[in-house]
């Protein structure tokens, strides 16, 4: 067992190998202290940077976070640009890191939206770190769930149209392998913070068996300790698919 993960007293049989975060509340955080939302935004990339590195340590294999969805793009322009800035500063930053700690990034969603300048930091640092195959840090950025459906559906017409497949081959499998996602387990938990019960319309194919947490705690106040404790919170719960036991 690697010792980071002995030190957590986890089971590392029981670890989720790809854990999905709604990351909320970086807004809610601000306004408590009467700063601009911005500045919950940057306290909130530093959460980022800790949950990388804790889940990196213990070993998880998938981190997916949900940076900025399609309906983001709504948001005072001024909050846009203010995000898009830490992003590629954390790009930027973190790419060193990535690559002495074998993490590989990739990026799902409708990146195109995403201006020239982030585009080509996302794209250097995916590059960069390509062949790094201990854990994938996979960022949502302009992503949204129906959107990723409606794409995988279209892609599949496609196939049909010109002959590759006919309509009779379609299963969840195929569909699977037309999202995003295609090459990555589905997540076995789902984190949210802020205390939202709601999905915001993140990972909707993906997450069907997912187990969800639920934490009041707002993003930037993440800290190491919560996210351990939540993952023994998932390592206590008894995953059935519909099943009985
Ligand atoms: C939700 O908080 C958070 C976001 C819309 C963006 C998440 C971005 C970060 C955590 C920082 C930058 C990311 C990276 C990868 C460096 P909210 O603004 O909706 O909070 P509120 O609900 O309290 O208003």
């Known amino acids: 067992m690697n010792s980071n993960l002995a030190n957590t007293g986890l089971e590392p049989e029981k670890l989720p190998s790809h854990i999905a975060v709604i990351m909320?509340?970086?807004g809610r955080w601000a306004q408590k202290r009467f700063l601009n939302r911005i500045k919950g935004h940057e306290k909130g990339a530093d959460t980022v940077r800790?949950?990388?590195?804790?889940?990196?340590?213990i070993g998880i294999q998938f981190l997916t976070l949900y940076a900025f969805s399609t309906e983001n793009w709504e948001r005072p322009k001024a909050e846009i640009t203010a995000l898009m800035t830490l992003l590629k500063r954390f790009l930027a930053d973190e790419k060193q890191e990535m690559l002495e700690n074998n993490i590989r990034l990739n990026a799902i969603g409708q990146t195109d939206r995403l201006s020239a300048e982030v585009q080509q930091a996302l794209g250097d640092t995916m590059n960069a770190?390509?062949?790094n195959n201990g854990m994938c840090l996979n960022l949502a950025l302009s992503y949204g769930g129906r959107a990723e459906i409606v794409e995988a559906v279209k892609k599949i017409g496609a196939r049909i149209k010109n002959g590759e497949i006919d309509a009779e081959s379609i299963t969840p499998e195929l569909i699977t392998q037309h999202l995003y996602t295609a090459e990555m387990p589905d997540p076995e938990l789902l984190i949210r913070t802020s205390g939202e019960f709601r999905i915001?319309?993140?990972?909707?194919?993906?997450i069907a068996y997912s187990e969800i947490h639920v934490t009041p705690?707002?993003?930037?106040?993440m800290t190491r300790e919560e996210l351990i404790g939540i993952l023994k919170d998932y390592q206590q719960r008894e995953r059935r698919f519909g099943r009985v036991t």
């Open 129 to 131: 770190t390509a062949s």
């Open 24 to 26: 909320d509340g970086n």
């Open 200 to 206: 915001s319309n993140f990972l909707l194919w993906q």
């Open 217 to 221: 705690t707002l993003w930037p106040d």
């Open 50 to 57: 800790m949950v990388v590195r804790t889940c990196r340590e």
